[in-house]
């Protein structure tokens, strides 16, 4: 859809809720067929993660999985008609509006899970905080254009690419209060390094870098994540901000994972990045235990 700007101006056009199930459809039974590489690899790895569910409801998490990918790029045609109460339920509304509204910069968590953007676009929505993010573009270049215009009608800002770092510390220096939106599943060799699934792998990746800017401007951390409940409806849950004023980065990292990690498992028909892993391969096996 990204790559077709016919389909993006089409999703644009319709109301929210009927371009959300178009885009569901497409991904369904058109792009999905064409997907198979990606679709055994999230199965298989589906197979490794959540080993309580028979063969049969997996199959149904693939397919619900897919839906969500399908909307998810169709939604970002209307995310501005998305950021509204109608559409996104917070819990504990007041706590999460305080969490904004207080002092200090804040580095927001989270993953491909729900709706990533429409994430980032609530969280800058309900706050004065200047924000900006970060994301690494697709390699099809018509692609990463249309991406790039979508996002920065929602972020105002986002970068990439060589000198990110600086210009990250810098927005991050530039203001009390800045804010900082970070994806933490990103893919690196063929593997998605968090969250870790009980698997011992040390912090690295954006993960590291959040928890070297965080010290570094006196930041505190706001895991949080959007769960689709239906069509273009969604639930906004959050952790309480982790402060390394008080907490040593071992515990940040554990109560990162934990928030994340079952968030993962619990919505597995909802993360992006299922596909995107292989927990077949050593040291990748996920060994925490599944969602009943």
């Not at 969500?68 to 996104?88: P, S, Y």
Request: glycine fraction near 6%; charged fraction near 25%.
């Amino acid at each position: 859809m990204l790559s077709s700007p016919f389909l993006f101006s089409l999703m644009r056009v319709l109301p929210a809720r009927s371009a959300s199930w178009l885009g569901g459809w497409l991904s369904v039974h058109v792009a999905r067929p064409r997907m198979k590489l990606r679709d055994a690899r999230a199965r298989a790895n589906l197979a490794l993660l959540r080993p309580d569910l028979d063969e049969a409801t997996r199959e149904a998490v693939l397919t619900r999985r897919w839906r969500n990918i399908g909307r998810t790029l169709a939604e970002l045609a209307n995310v501005d008609r998305l950021v509204n109460d109608a559409h996104v339920e917070v819990v504990d509304r007041a706590g999460y509006q305080a969490v904004l509204d207080g002092p200090r910069p804040l580095l927001a968590l989270s993953l491909h899970l729900g709706n990533w953007d429409l994430l980032g676009a609530h969280g800058k929505a309900l706050t004065d905080r200047p924000g900006l993010g970060v994301y690494a573009p697709p390699r099809d270049e018509r692609t990463a254009a249309q991406l790039k215009k979508a996002r920065q009608s929602y972020m105002g800002e986002t970068i990439t690419g060589d000198g990110a770092a600086r210009r990250i510390l810098k927005h991050l220096t530039s203001h009390p209060r800045a804010s900082l939106y970070i994806l933490l599943d990103e893919r690196r060799d063929f593997q998605v390094w968090f969250p870790k699934l009980g698997r011992k792998l040390p912090p690295s990746g954006n993960l590291s870098v959040a928890l070297r800017l965080g010290r570094k401007v006196n930041a505190r951390f706001l895991p949080f994540y959007l769960e689709r409940t239906n069509g273009p409806h969604f639930r906004l849950h959050w952790h309480s901000p982790l402060d390394p004023q008080t907490m040593s980065d071992e515990e940040i990292v554990a109560a990162v994972d934990a928030f994340l990690g079952q968030a993962c498992s619990t919505h597995a028909d909802e993360w992006l990045a299922l596909h995107d892993m292989d927990l077949t391969q050593p040291g990748h096996a996920p060994t925490a235990p599944p969602v009943m």
